[in-house]
């Protein structure tokens, strides 16, 4: 049987941390920073972790 591709798109936005949990950037900060407080800024540029509601799907692309 041919091995699973891992999907591109997801394999550039999320990586592995070492206890499984899968790691993610913020969405909004990337342009139209100007309107944006600097709290609000600064909160976004920090990575999080992705909900365990949604880990299956993006293990599923990330052929885990």
Known sequence: MPKQKTNSGAKKRFKITG??????????????????STKRKRNLASATLVSPSDEGRIKTLLSL
């Open 19 to 36: 206890t499984g949990k899968i790691k993610r950037k913020h969405a909004f900060h990337s342009h139209i920073l100007t309107k944006k």
